[in-house]
């Protein structure tokens, strides 16, 4: 039932709107037989409260949340720091939540936070988020900031790197390189950022005339033991890539354990570009050639669009998108080897 109130509560249990308000909140007031009755109705009407409601009665939560897939990727972690950098410095407090690349998870925590616990969020979604009804949703009750992985259906600010121009440029660098044979490793058909380096990538193949059929898009999968056995099966085939763009970091050391095991040499066998912002890329052997996104200054950016919302209800959030450039950093594993001198 959708509009559920405070009131429609009352009515139906013939209670006090004070009654329910004080037994939703635990009071000591009320007895444990009616919080028992009050709370058992508000769950199978499925009841939220209404958070402007509850901002008539406190001040601001001057707290926000953020919405990561996960924190072992490190572009997470440096933004992170750029959000938390700008939300203590304006006096927030951040709460964090991993979704674990879960749909049902992001629902869960956006509907738990529309009781009035926070004050706006920054979210990036999930690789299974397909369909965008419970974030439009909660978008109606608190302003939300997408960076990174964005919904286009959503009309708010949206924080994001160049994404195209990278896939492009990454398979521009490997092509000049002299690779003829190059394979696109991807997580996602769904994810904003998958989709557009899959363009750029489509793009560069088309533009430097390589034969389609000898560049591959490898669908990987959240399961380390089976990225694995992909990409064995991929270098075992009879038309190996000679060329490799890791989409997410998460790839590098599967492919670099996959190539040692194989005995195929990096870069001379095959060369390798990572989408990757972990600081080992310079002592991997060998060095990882990356393209590196500006993590840091896209959560700084994130938080100040949220902020300028919740100091100004009229701004238009959507104004506030951002497009931050990435950088290809050229390393080892994408040159082509240097012969000894003698």
């Not at 969020?121 to 009804?133: A, C, K, L, N, Y």
């Not at 996602?188 to 059929?213: P, T, V």
């Not at 990409?231 to 040692?260: F, H, W």
């Amino acid at each position: 039932m959708s509009n559920v109130t405070i009131k429609l509560l009352a009515e139906r249990l013939n209670l006090s709107t004070a009654t329910i308000s004080k037994a939703l909140c635990d009071s000591h007031e009320i007895s444990t037989t009616t919080k028992e009755r009050v709370l058992s109705l508000a769950k199978e009407l499925d009841y939220v409260p209404n958070p402007y409601a509850g901002s008539l009665r406190r001040n601001k939560s001057k707290t926000i949340a953020v919405l990561i897939p996960e924190v072992a990727d490190s572009f997470f972690s440096l933004a992170l720091n750029g959000i938390e950098e700008v939300a203590l410095e304006k006096g927030y407090h951040t709460l964090i939540y991993l979704t674990h690349e879960k749909l049902e998870r992001e629902k869960a925590i956006l509907k738990s936070l529309m009781g009035g616990r926070v004050d706006g969020v920054i979210m990036s979604v999930t690789v299974e988020t397909s369909s965008f009804d419970h974030i439009r949703e909660f978008n109606r009750h608190l302003p939300v900031v997408f960076f990174d992985r964005v919904c286009e259906e959503i009309e708010t600010a949206k924080i994001t790197t160049n994404d195209f121009e990278c896939g492009y440029n990454a398979t521009r660098h490997l092509i000049e390189a002299g690779c003829r044979k190059i394979a696109l490793l991807s997580i996602s058909n769904s994810l904003s950022i998958i989709s557009e380096r899959m363009k750029g990538y489509k793009k560069a193949i088309a533009d430097f005339n390589l034969n389609e059929e000898d560049c591959k898009i490898v669908h990987c999968t959240e399961d380390a033991r089976q990225n694995c056995d992909l990409i064995n099966e991929m270098m075992l085939s009879e038309s190996r890539p000679d060329g490799i763009i890791a989409t997410v970091e998460k790839l590098t050391t599967e492919i670099y354990l996959v190539c040692q095991s194989l005995n195929i040499d990096i870069p001379q066998d095959v060369k390798l570009v990572c989408f990757s912002n972990q600081s080992s890329a310079i002592i991997l052997k060998p060095t990882l050639t990356t393209i590196t996104q500006p993590a840091f200054e896209m959560g700084k950016a994130a938080v100040t669009a949220l902020l300028k919302a919740l100091k100004n209800n009229n701004i238009n959030l959507e104004e506030e998108s951002a497009v931050i450039p990435s950088t290809l950093m050229i390393r080892n594993s994408s040159l082509s080897p240097q012969p000894e001198e003698v």
